[in-house]
C-alpha cells in the first residue's frame, strides 16, 4: 500500500489510544461514546476531542490538522469545533508529549494562517489538512494538568 494512508488501521489505534489515554486521566474525566467528543473533564464538564499521532515528533516541526475529512465534512479541529468540543488535544504517545488547545481560538487561528491543503490519499478517498508549524501555535498551547 505505500504512501496510502490506512484509515481502518488508523482508527483502531486511536481507540487504543483513546483507552490508555483513559488509563492515565481516567480519574479526571471519563469517556463518551466519540459520537460528538471523545472525554468529558470531571471538574468542569468542559469537553475533549483526542487525535493522536504515532510517530516521533522529532522528526517535524509540524502538527498535521485535518481540515476536511470524507466527502466535504469538516474534520480534525474544525470537526470538534462543530461538535462542542471545549479543547482539542494532540497526543504523540511515543514521546507522551501533548498539544492542547481550546478549540474554538485554534480554529480561529487555523482560519488567519495562510495555509495550504495538503491531500492525504485513503483506501477511497481523500482527506485534506494542514501542516502547521507547532511554533505557529505556541502561543495557544495550553497545558494538560491546567484544564484537567
Given at each position: ?37 471523545d472525554f468529558i473533564i470531571n ?50 504517545p511515543v514521546t507522551n508529549e ?45 497545558k494538560l494538568e491546567d484544564i484537567?
Amino acid at each position: 500500500m505505500g504512501n496510502l494512508h490506512q484509515f481502518h488501521r488508523s482508527l483502531s489505534k486511536g481507540k487504543a489510544a483513546e483507552k490508555k489515554f483513559l488509563e492515565l486521566f481516567g480519574d479526571r474525566l471519563k469517556a463518551t461514546d466519540g459520537r460528538t467528543v471523545d472525554f468529558i473533564i470531571n471538574k468542569s464538564g468542559l469537553t475533549i476531542e483526542l487525535k493522536t499521532d504515532f510517530y516521533d515528533p522529532a522528526k517535524t516541526p509540524n502538527l498535521f490538522m485535518e481540515r476536511w475529512s470524507r466527502d466535504g465534512v469538516d474534520g480534525g479541529p474544525f470537526q470538534a469545533l462543530s461538535k462542542g468540543a471545549s479543547y482539542f488535544v494532540y497526543w504523540f504517545p511515543v514521546t507522551n508529549e501533548f498539544f492542547v488547545f481550546e478549540t474554538a481560538p485554534l480554529v480561529a487561528h487555523l482560519e488567519q494562517l495562510k495555509l495550504t491543503l495538503v491531500p492525504v490519499q485513503n483506501i477511497g478517498f481523500t482527506t485534506y489538512g494542514y501542516k502547521v508549524n507547532r511554533a505557529q501555535l505556541e502561543k495557544l498551547r495550553l497545558k494538560l494538568e491546567d484544564i484537567l
